[in-house]
T-cell receptor, first 117, second 112 residues
Framework: GAVVSQHPSRVICKSGTSVKIECRSL??????MFWYRQFPKQSLMLMAT?????????EQGVEKDKFLINHASLTLSTLTVTSAHPEDSSFYIC?????????????FGAGTRLSVL | GENVEQHPSTLSVQEGDSAVIKCTYS??????FPWYKQELGKRPQLIID?????GEKKDQRIAVTLNKTAKHFSLHITETQPEDSAVYFC???????????FGTGTSLTVIP
């Protein structure tokens, strides 16, 4: 199946710093990528939908100034957690939808575990 | 919007027994229903999916059934093995919609 690369896999940072997470679709074009947050033993919580060439669509309750999303190309979306605080510690996962609409499959990255000290 | 409910939240079975996970959805327009398996600390992986034009799909020990009238679909795992232990998520969407709506997940434990 298609591959989505997410980097880094783990980040430990000090409170107040910003962290950038990259999500790349390696062998297909993804006009749409999704960013999820997952707490231990809980489901995937959609944070935002990243659209290539336009502004991201954020879910209710997600601060767009806190979680900056950029989708500059058909294969790359980035999530920047600005001024991270301990409560931002979580597992962040991206997914990319195959450009071929007939497939309508989401492929997930391996996730980034963020720990804010 | 779509609302997907998933049951049970946890499930323990003896190795060799069958496991069934059920999901319901609210939007009758949904026509694509994937199932993902997520092992601890790893990415969710698509294991099987079904579209609304079929009622059942099988892939070796895994099968999915869909009841469009009742708006529910189920994952069936037969002859379970310890490596089947993971969290399973169902989802629903339409072919014209970007967003997938995920269930809350089922933590499956297969006891050797």
């Amino acid at each position: 199946g298609a591959v989505v690369s997410q980097h880094p896999s783990r980040v430990i940072c000090k409170s107040g710093t910003s962290v950038k997470i990259e999500c790349r679709s390696l062998d297909f074009q993804a006009t749409t990528m999704f960013w999820y947050r997952q707490f231990p033993k809980q489901s995937l919580m959609l944070m935002a939908t990243s659209n290539e060439g336009s502004k991201a669509t954020y879910e209710q309750g997600v601060e767009k100034d806190k979680f900056l999303i950029n989708h500059a190309s058909l294969t790359l979306s980035t999530l920047t957690v600005t001024s991270a605080h301990p409560e931002d510690s979580s597992f962040y996962i991206c997914s990319a939808r195959d450009y071929n609409l007939a497939k309508n499959i989401q492929y997930f990255g391996a996730g980034t575990r963020l720990s804010v000290l | 919007g779509e609302n997907v409910e998933q049951h049970p939240s946890t499930l323990s079975v003896q190795e060799g027994d069958s496991a069934v996970i059920k999901c319901t959805y609210s939007d009758s327009a949904s026509n694509y229903f994937p199932w993902y398996k997520q092992e601890l600390g790893k990415r969710p992986q698509l294991i099987i999916d079904i579209r609304s034009n079929v009622g059942e799909k099988k892939d070796q020990r895994i099968a999915v059934t869909l009841n469009k009238t009742a708006k529910h679909f189920s994952l069936h795992i037969t002859e379970t093995q310890p490596e089947d232990s993971a969290v399973y998520f169902c989802a629903a969407t339409t072919s014209g919609r970007n967003q997938f709506y995920f269930g809350t997940g089922t933590s499956l434990t297969v006891i050797p």
